[in-house]
């Protein structure tokens, strides 16, 4: 399709929501599942319900377990599905469905968390928010690199900040304190989202420390290098008088390490 059809359709479809929000809304049966690093979530859908579905992040797989569907995607194509049937889902798109029959629908997705909010608001959903994180242009997601500059460059207006300061700040390096990240399982190499970044080189599961950014007063290479993310996989902790990353999800062997600044800026405003 093109671009000025993706972007008709996700109006029409955005529009259709905004009217159904205003109806009486049917209760939905929700069973959440967990398993070595897979979240189902399980949905009944009383038959004559019509719901719309939310924007995803990340690729998902769709299992329609019973019953009977007719769909509306913003890629314009209309189909009746019927149980059983898988769909694979690619980021970015919005749904809309009408439930023919009672309907169990099950969307499986990859995550280490099993904290609902996190999984919806740090990892997987997008929303209304976030439309703009879509490109119309090639009917696929941003890329996250661009996604991060953007985030970066709000975070910089929140605070008053311009990129002049925050370089000069990264630049300093009185308090430069060099660590051997071989032994942490990291290294350094050029980053998408700016110069260079922090990347790990083994896996570290959710709450593992992943390294010391500050150590007793000084900034380790995780304090100088750690790039923003507007969906960081790490977050700045207290470790006594140091402060340390501690990942949030599961970081994968070639993944870049991000943190969201705002959280580092207040956690280092109430330890000042």
Same mark, same amino acid.
């Given at each position: 399709?093109?671009?000025?059809?993706?972007?008709?359709?996700?109006?029409?479809?955005?529009?259709?929501?905004?009217?159904?929000?205003?109806?009486?809304?049917?209760?939905?049966?929700?069973?959440?599942?967990?398993?070595?690093?897979?979240?189902?979530?399980?949905?009944?859908?009383?038959?004559?319900?019509?719901?719309?579905?939310?924007?995803?992040?990340?690729?998902?797989?769709?299992?329609?377990?019973?019953?009977?569907?007719?769909?509306?995607?913003?890629?314009?194509?209309?189909?009746?599905?019927?149980?059983?049937?898988?769909?694979?889902?690619?980021?970015?798109?919005?749904?809309?469905?009408?439930?023919?029959?009672?309907?169990?629908?099950?969307?499986?997705?990859?995550?280490?968390?099993?904290?609902?909010?996190?999984?919806?608001?740090?990892?997987?959903?997008?929303?209304?928010?976030?439309? @703009?994180?879509?490109?119309? %242009?090639?009917?696929?997601?941003? &890329?996250?690199? +661009?996604?991060?500059?953007?985030?970066?460059? /709000? $975070?910089?207006?929140?605070?008053?900040?311009?990129?002049?300061?925050?370089?000069?700040?990264?630049?300093?390096?009185?308090?430069?304190?060099?660590?051997?990240?071989?032994?942490?399982?990291?290294?350094?190499?050029?980053?998408?989202?700016?110069?260079?970044?922090?990347?790990?080189?083994?896996?570290?599961?959710?709450?593992?420390?992943?390294?010391?950014?500050?150590?007793?007063?000084?900034?380790?290479?995780?304090?100088?290098?750690?790039?923003?993310?507007?969906?960081?996989?790490?977050?700045?902790?207290?470790?006594?008088? @140091?402060?340390?990353?501690? %990942?949030?999800?599961?970081?994968? &062997?070639?993944? +870049?390490?991000?943190?969201?600044?705002?959280? /580092? $800026?207040?956690?280092?405003?109430?330890?000042?």
């Amino acid at each position: 399709m093109t671009q000025i059809q993706l972007a008709d359709c996700r109006g029409k479809i955005t529009f259709l929501e905004r009217k159904m929000a205003k109806l009486s809304q049917v209760e939905l049966g929700l069973v959440h599942h967990f398993k070595n690093g897979m979240y189902a979530r399980e949905m009944r859908v009383p038959k004559g319900t019509f719901i719309s579905g939310k924007i995803h992040s990340t690729g998902t797989i769709g299992v329609l377990a019973q019953g009977s569907m007719r769909v509306w995607g913003e890629d314009g194509v209309m189909k009746t599905v019927a149980a059983p049937y898988i769909h694979t889902a690619e980021p970015g798109f919005k749904r809309v469905g009408l439930a023919i029959e009672d309907v169990v629908w099950v969307t499986i997705h990859r995550t280490d968390s099993t904290d609902l909010n996190q999984i919806e608001e740090d990892e997987f959903i997008i929303e209304e928010g976030g439309v @703009d994180m879509f490109d119309f %242009a090639t009917g696929k997601m941003k &890329p996250q690199y +661009e996604l991060d500059r953007n985030d970066y460059h /709000t $975070l910089l207006a929140e605070y008053g900040m311009s990129e002049a300061q925050v370089a000069l700040e990264s630049a300093y390096e009185d308090d430069r304190l060099d660590v051997d990240l071989s032994v942490l399982g990291v290294e350094l190499r050029t980053s998408d989202i700016d110069g260079l970044g922090v990347f790990a080189t083994k896996l570290f599961s959710a709450g593992d420390v992943v390294g010391v950014a500050n150590f007793e007063g000084k900034r380790t290479q995780f304090g100088r290098y750690v790039n923003h993310a507007a969906k960081p996989n790490v977050f700045l902790s207290s470790a006594g008088e @140091d402060l340390v990353f501690v %990942a949030r999800t599961r970081i994968e &062997p070639g993944q +870049e390490i991000t943190t969201d600044y705002r959280f /580092t $800026l207040e956690v280092r405003k109430c330890l000042a």
